[in-house]
């Protein structure tokens, strides 16, 4: 089992850059998949990273190649987000999850995902 807890959200500039952390907890949590999802009000949940247990393997959305990149720091046992020329578009609740394998269903299929954080809000003003 494995307990996550983002942090890192706030506000930001249009163009302004923005790091979140996802500190994970548990046994085996260095050999989760883990990924990162959003939810914008008034809209559905969506998928925004993926990295593997081994921080070799990474899928992004459309929305974030390019700008975003995620990564995994295994000694201190979390993973980030590096966001970059944020738009507004970008804004709401980020949250990070985790399964067992990168392999085992779609990257971006939240339904994968057994281990979920609380989420971090990030707010991008225009």
């Known amino acids: 089992q494995v307990q996550l807890v983002e942090s890192g959200g706030g506000l930001v500039q249009v163009g302004g850059s923005m790091r979140l952390s996802c500190a994970a907890s548990g046994r085996t949590g260095n050999t989760y998949t883990k990924a990162w999802f959003r939810q914008a009000p008034g809209k559905e949940r969506e998928f925004v990273a993926a990295?593997?247990?081994?921080?070799?393997?990474?899928s992004y959305a459309d929305s974030a190649k390019g700008r975003f990149t995620t990564s995994r720091h295994n000694a201190e046992n979390t993973m980030s987000l590096q966001m970059s020329s944020l738009k507004p578009e970008d804004t709401g609740v980020y949250f990070c999850?985790?399964?067992?394998?990168?392999?085992?269903?779609?990257?971006?299929?939240?339904?994968?995902?057994?281990?979920w954080g609380q989420g971090t809000q990030v707010t991008v003003s225009s």
């Open positions: 999850a985790a399964k067992m394998s990168f392999y085992s269903g779609a990257v971006n299929d939240q339904s994968g995902y057994k281990f």
């Open positions: 990295i593997s247990g081994s921080g070799t393997m990474t």
